[in-house]
Every structure is written in structure tokens, then in C-alpha cells.
């Protein structure tokens, strides 16, 4: 099975500008969370969908949003860029089963 | 206090040593239990899962939960030079985000 796919893996972008991230979880799983990971606040949780429908929300400004097609891929969007915004953005497919999540090789985003 | 904590280290053993990792949690609610390992410009790796109370055996690696003292540990035996990454602890509670802890980063010296 392929694992969870990123795209692009790389941005640079410049405050005030807005970005747009893909992800493609396993195969047959129907959730999909999404993650920022930076030096000083490591791992922190943005949002969940499952089955097209946001499921648990973190403690995000609303700049940060997201959303998830039928097929399960998921996009999320931060407008409107800080430079507090550069970080790793992780996502992670959910297998319900055993409820474990595994990641994806992330987007590291640079913001100017 | 956050709900997961977790030495930063850095720490650094030799080749052969036995390395212990550990985390503490706050939220009795947490049932779910997993360590990642994420090495350098990479996604983490899940690496031990495990389920309430008890220890897990996969290879080198054996993961321990404490729930009475709220504690997780990983134990790494015959660390070689590759196990050098960055050691991440999760916790939830079924169907809710996971937490991390904020990663250890380990070093095993040839």
C-alpha cells in the first residue's frame, strides 16, 4: 500500500500571501489530521476530517482552514501568511481500526 | 501544564547501549499510546503502538505504559548509529487528537 503522500514538499511564500496544501492519505482510510510542527511548539494539532466532515478543530486563528474531497484527499489553506507561520505541515492518515495515524513526509513551508 | 512531557535531551549513548525514553501524561482520559520516530526533514514513523496498561515487544524496541503513574516508556536495546532520530511520544483518547510530547533527540555514537 502507498503511504500518505504530500504536495508540494517545499514553499516559499511572503507574508500576506495565501498557500494551499494536498494530501493524500491511504488507501481506504477516511481520515485525515493535519499538523504544524516548529522548533518551539514541536507538534500541534490543527484539524481532523473524516468522511468530508471537520471532526476536532486546534487552537488555530481562523486563517487556518481545510477540507476534505470525496475521495478522501484533504487540502488545507492558511491565508493572509505571518512569518510565525513558516513550519513543517504534517499529515496524517487515520486507520480506525486500530486507531494509529501515519504520516506523511510533510510540506515545509518558509514564509518571508 | 501540557498534557504530555518530554525530556528534549539531547542525549547521546554508545553503539550497543540500552536507551530508555521516557514521558509523562496528564489526562487519565488517554487509553491510546504510541512513540514515533521522525529523523531529520522527514514525517514521523510510527514505531510502537499501544493500548491501556502494559509492555509491547517489537524487536529491539519495548514499549511501557504506567497508567497508575502516568508514565510511557520506550526502551531501545543494541542502539546502532541508525536509531539516531528524533523520538516523539503521542497519547489520546480514542476518536480525539493525538498530543505530543515534544520529542527527544537521540544520538548513537559508533
Not at chain 1, 514538499?9 to 481520515?31: A, D, E, N, W
Not at chain 2, 535531551?9 to 496528564?26: D, M
Not at chain 2, 509492555?55 to 526502551?75: M, P
Amino acid at each position: 500500500k502507498a503511504g500518505v503522500t504530500q504536495t508540494p514538499r517545499y514553499l516559499i511564500k511572503t507574508r500576506g500571501q495565501q498557500v494551499t496544501l494536498s494530501c493524500s492519505p491511504i488507501s481506504g482510510h477516511r481520515s485525515v489530521s493535519w499538523y504544524q510542527q516548529t522548533p518551539g511548539q514541536g507538534l500541534q494539532f490543527l484539524f481532523e476530517y473524516f468522511s468530508e466532515t471537520q471532526r476536532n478543530k486546534g487552537n488555530f486563528p481562523g486563517r487556518f482552514s481545510g477540507r476534505q474531497f470525496s475521495n478522501s484527499r484533504s487540502e488545507m489553506n492558511v491565508s493572509t501568511l505571518e512569518l510565525g507561520d513558516s513550519a513543517l505541515y504534517l499529515c496524517a492518515s487515520r486507520d480506525t481500526l486500530t486507531d494509529t495515524q501515519y504520516f506523511g513526509p510533510g510540506t515545509r513551508l518558509t514564509v518571508l | 501544564q501540557k498534557e504530555v512531557e518530554q525530556d528534549p535531551g539531547p542525549l547521546s549513548v554508545p553503539e550497543g547501549a540500552i536507551v530508555s525514553l521516557n514521558c509523562t501524561y496528564s489526562n487519565s482520559a488517554f487509553q491510546y499510546f504510541m512513540w514515533y520516530r521522525q529523523y531529520s526533514r522527514k514525517g514521523p514513523e510510527l514505531l510502537m503502538y499501544t493500548y491501556s496498561s502494559g509492555n509491547k515487544e517489537d524487536g529491539r524496541f519495548t514499549a511501557q505504559v504506567d497508567k497508575s503513574s502516568k508514565y510511557i516508556s520506550l526502551f531501545i536495546r543494541d542502539s546502532q548509529p541508525s536509531d539516531s532520530a528524533t523520538y516523539l511520544c503521542a497519547s489520546h483518547s480514542g476518536n480525539t487528537p493525538l498530543v505530543f510530547g515534544k520529542g527527544t533527540r537521540l544520538s548513537v555514537i559508533a
